[in-house]
């Protein structure tokens, strides 16, 4: 592991850590990280840096440095403290029922917090809240027939769709939606030249003006599981 990585690890996984020299810490890991939370959902992910953080709370940028190395540790801290742990499983639910419910909370940090979108994307550390997200599909997927591999693409394929309805959801309209902008953007067009898309023009204009993206592919998705589940249990 690099140096980042390590560091990312000692943070998010390591017992608190005191500053090795200076006075008695008047700065928490807590603290650091709220601070970043609360630039990044006023204006995005790319508006964080140590230098703010630290005017935020009234510190010097050197004095941040005592205790979060840089800004990828920092970005590390913010995650973690944002997502919290997976929704608590419920007695006598079902693993297509847990897997909604986690899709759904999933989908609700990003809506809360779209700057998440930016901040888990490619190989990094993650700290035992984020983990435990992870753990929740693999562990609710154990026992019916899936291998551990098909397991974890399962977690993977779900993440995936719930971030791509996300990333929709946050290039829309303050007050739109996804699909609703879109249909905006197209319908006129489509029924402009129906005789070139008949399908695509009878499809819109069946539609309802309700955004399901996220329900109907969560739905297709669980679908192919269970058909799998059942094919491999009989």
Same mark, same amino acid.
């Not at 390591?14 to 959902?41: F, H, N, Q, T, Y």
């Not at 009878?202 to 003006?209: L, R, W």
């Not at 955004?211 to 009989?234: K, M, S, V």
């Given at each position: 592991?690099?140096?980042?990585?390590?560091?990312?690890?000692?943070?998010?996984?390591?017992?608190?850590?005191?500053?090795?020299?200076?006075?008695?810490?008047?700065? %928490?890991?807590?603290?650091?990280?709220?601070?970043?939370?609360?630039?990044?959902?006023?204006?995005?992910?790319?508006?964080? %840096?140590?230098?703010?953080?630290?005017?935020?709370?009234?510190?010097?940028?050197? %004095?941040?440095?005592?205790?979060?190395?840089?800004?990828?540790?920092?970005?590390?801290?913010?995650?973690?403290?944002?997502?919290?742990?997976?929704?608590?499983?419920?007695?006598?639910?079902?693993?297509?029922?847990?897997?909604?419910?986690? +899709?759904?909370?999933?989908?609700? %940090?990003?809506?809360?917090?779209?700057?998440?979108?930016?901040?888990?994307?490619?190989?990094?550390?993650?700290?035992?809240?984020?983990?435990?997200?992870?753990?929740?599909?693999?562990?609710?997927?154990?026992?019916?027939g899936l291998?551990?591999?098909?397991?974890?693409?399962?977690?993977?394929?779900? +993440?995936?769709?719930?971030?791509?309805?996300?990333?929709?959801?946050?290039?829309?309209?303050?007050?739109?939606?996804?699909?609703?902008?879109?249909?905006?953007?197209?319908?006129?067009?489509?029924?402009?030249?129906?005789?070139?898309?008949?399908?695509?023009a009878?499809?819109?204009?069946?539609?309802?003006?309700r955004?399901?993206?996220?329900?109907?592919?969560?739905?297709?998705?669980?679908?192919?599981?269970?058909?799998?589940?059942?094919?491999?249990?009989?």
């Open positions: 592991m690099g140096e980042e990585t390590n560091e990312a690890v000692r943070l998010l996984w390591g017992p608190p850590a005191k500053p090795s020299r200076g006075p008695k810490p008047a700065l %928490s890991l807590a603290r650091i990280a709220a601070a970043g939370v609360e630039i990044a959902d006023a204006e995005g992910l790319g508006a964080v %840096s140590m230098q703010k953080v630290a005017g935020l709370l009234d510190f010097t940028k050197m %004095s941040l440095y005592r205790y979060v190395p840089g800004k990828a540790e920092l970005v590390a801290l913010m995650v973690e403290a944002t997502v919290g742990g997976p929704p608590p499983v419920m007695e006598g639910l079902g693993w297509r029922e847990q897997l909604t419910a986690w +899709a759904k909370e999933l989908a609700r %940090s990003f809506t809360e917090h779209p700057w998440l979108l930016d901040a888990t994307v490619g190989p990094r550390v993650m700290g035992p809240k984020e983990l435990g997200w992870l753990e929740r599909v693999v562990a609710a997927l154990d026992g019916h291998t551990g591999p098909e397991r974890m693409d399962a977690a993977v394929l779900l +993440a995936g769709h719930v971030r791509g309805i996300a990333e929709q959801a946050r290039a829309a309209r303050p007050d739109g939606a996804p699909e609703t902008d879109l249909l905006a953007v197209l319908g006129p067009l489509v029924h402009q030249h129906a005789d070139r898309f008949p399908a695509l009878e499809a819109i204009a069946s539609q309802d003006g955004d399901q993206a996220l329900d109907f592919g969560l739905e297709r998705i669980l679908d192919g599981l269970e058909a799998l589940i059942t094919r491999r249990t009989g």
